[in-house]
């Protein structure tokens, strides 16, 4: 082990954030100790990393105590289903995840005198009566809804975090995640970017849920890595937006779609899911002024790429 480099600990890094966190980590010069049980995650993401000397990969569910022989510098916290299909399917994992591996999680950022951040999210602002939405808005969230087993948990990972920080010192960054999209999601993910693409490739009817008015801002993978790292190399402790701020209706992304596919595929409608949020916006003036960050890639560009993932997985798939 190299006493000068920077150990830093990625839960849920084999997932779609996760596997391209410990790229940027890698090419920032630390070691990265990858932590996934492969729920959602997979190895396929972080294939290309197997052999670096710098990484390590141990299938590990991270609501079990963590031990992590020697130094840890920095722990980010990833682990959790994060699409609506993921978190139906494993509610309980869900909010053990959310609950019981953020404070697994926060005992070794404490014992090892680690930075810590959280992955969170907007829902934590559930289906929001104020927009765009800021860092200092409390949300408007269903607890008892089918969404509220991640909503909830993200929710209450941030106040566990914000304990550590006020009881033990604990250098805490809570990083609040808009929509992302890019290479390495799931064709499956059930999401509405990577459902459009893969019904769109395949020549299928493009499925909105909803009548397609709705909104939703979509950064792409390479920006959201950027603010991430930033915000963990920052002084913040309270939570800030990471997202893009170029807002757009579902209905528009699908003929985007429809459009840089070349398919033919027709949009159907199906009636929108329960608590499903109407608008979603960051404000990112935080995190301009604190981390000098905002999104770079364009969707056209950011599409094209994640259109070329896609073509390319469901091709093997075939």
């Known amino acids: 082990m190299d006493k000068t480099k920077q150990r830093t600990v990625v839960t ?11 790229d940027r980590l ?11 049980n492969l ?19 141990y299938k590990f569910d991270v609501t079990n105590y963590i031990f992590i022989e020697g130094k840890v510098d920095s722990i980010l ?28 999680a926060l005992g070794l950022a404490k014992e090892k005198k680690a930075r810590f951040l959280l992955a969170s999210t907007s829902e934590v602002y559930g289906d929001p009566l104020i927009h765009p939405q800021k860092e200092d808005y409390w949300g408007n969230v269903n607890p008892v809804g089918p969404r509220g087993v991640y909503d909830e948990a993200k929710r209450f ?27 390495r999601m799931r064709v499956k993910d059930g999401r509405a970017l990577p459902n459009f693409i893969a019904q769109a490739l395949r ?13 939703r801002s979509f950064c792409f993978v390479s920006d959201l890595v950027d603010g991430i790292y930033r915000l963990l190399m920052s002084g913040e402790h309270y939570p800030v937006n ?77």
């Open 12 to 22: 849920g890094g084999a997932g779609f954030l996760g596997s391209h966190l410990c």
């Open 26 to 36: 890698l090419g920032e010069g630390h070691e990265v100790i990858c932590l996934d």
């Open 39 to 57: 729920l959602t995650g997979s190895v396929d993401n972080i294939a290309h990393l197997i052999g670096n000397e710098d990484f390590h990969f």
């Open 77 to 104: 916290h990833f682990a959790s289903p994060a699409s609506p299909i993921d978190y139906l399917e494993h509610p309980i994992h869900t909010l053990k995840v959310g609950s019981l591996g953020t404070h697994k």
């Open 157 to 183: 990972a941030e106040a566990i975090a914000m304990a550590y920080h006020r009881a033990h010192g604990l250098d805490t960054k809570i990083a609040r995640i808009f929509n992302t999209y890019g290479p």
């Open 203 to 215: 020549g299928e009817d493009v499925t909105i849920y909803g009548d397609g008015s709705q909104t």
């Open 242 to 318: 990471i997202g893009n701020p170029n807002e757009v209706t579902i209905g528009e992304v699908a003929k985007e779609v429809i459009e840089m596919t070349g398919s033919k595929s027709k949009i159907v409608f199906e009636p929108l899911p329960v608590d499903d949020p109407k608008v979603r916006q960051p404000d990112i003036t935080l995190a301009r002024a604190k981390l000098g960050w905002e999104p770079k890639v364009g969707r056209k560009e950011g599409l094209k790429k994640t259109i070329e993932y896609f073509r390319k997985k469901l091709t093997e798939q075939s």
